[in-house]
């Protein structure tokens, strides 16, 4: 059973870092593992994804400059280094991912991160 847990989240002053964890078990996913997030009233948006080897990494415009993404895979473990953070990136993080296909078929539950002001 493929199961991805998250932590790593709490409460942060704006300015301040945090770093998520996300451990995969159950399989190894030599495709790509991402974060995503979902702030109250508002929709799921992606925030990075990283391949198999770490060298191909994509983010989201408005993180980029201040998120990190990298995994160690001896660990089946994908992280998330926010720095600079904003009451903006106040949400719920999930990671996820990739059997093979565009789409990302397993998702973590998250873990709450908020920022105040």
């Known amino acids: 059973q493929v199961q991805l847990v998250e932590s790593g989240g709490g409460l942060v002053q704006a300015g301040g870092s945090l770093r998520l964890s996300c451990v995969v078990s159950?399989?190894?996913?030599?495709?790509?593992l991402g974060w995503f997030r979902q702030a109250p009233g508002k929709e799921r948006e992606f925030v990075a994804r990283i391949n198999w080897r770490g060298d191909v990494k994509y983010y989201a415009d408005s993180v980029k400059g201040r998120f990190t993404i990298s995994r160690d895979n001896a660990k089946n473990t994908v992280y998330l280094q926010m720095n600079s953070l904003k009451p903006e990136d106040t949400a719920v993080y999930s990671c996820a991912a990739r059997s093979g296909g565009p789409g990302y078929d397993y998702w973590g539950q998250g873990t709450q991160v908020t920022v105040s002001s």
């Open positions: 159950g399989r190894t996913f030599s495709s790509y």
